[in-house]
């Protein structure tokens, strides 16, 4: 079955650093589109960023919120998804979801707190 485990969420000051990751099985890993999400207290969940399949050229995309700020990457070999957060803010606050394209499964999630 489908599982997608997020990790590496945690607790740091504005202008920290985190990186996450996303642990995918169940499904040919290669072949969809990953993403990441957020969402934040008693907010919509948004679209952070996208990275294509290697088949597809494997391009990303961000929301223009974090972009300049956040890397979205993938490994293949891994069956994982890692998306870099740099200069974060307090903003930045969520739980932080990845997704696969096509697929209709959530994660349970990781939480990231920025704050003094």
């Known amino acids: 079955q489908v599982q997608l485990v997020e990790s590496g969420g945690g607790l740091v000051h504005p202008g920290g650093s985190l990186r996450l990751s996303c642990a995918a099985s169940g499904f040919t890993f290669s072949w969809h589109p990953m993403s990441w999400y957020r969402q934040a207290p008693g907010k919509a969940r948004e679209l952070v960023a996208t990275?294509?399949?290697?088949?597809?050229?494997?391009?990303?995309t961000y929301a223009d919120s974090v972009k300049g700020r956040f890397t979205i990457s993938r490994d293949n070999d891994k069956n994982t998804e890692y998306l870099q957060m740099n200069s974060l803010k307090p903003e930045d606050t969520a739980g932080y979801y990845c997704?696969?394209?096509?697929?209709?499964?959530w994660g349970k999630g990781t939480q990231v707190t920025v704050s003094a």
């Open positions: 997704r696969a394209a096509g697929i209709d499964y």
């Open positions: 990275v294509n399949s290697a088949g597809a050229g494997g391009a990303t």
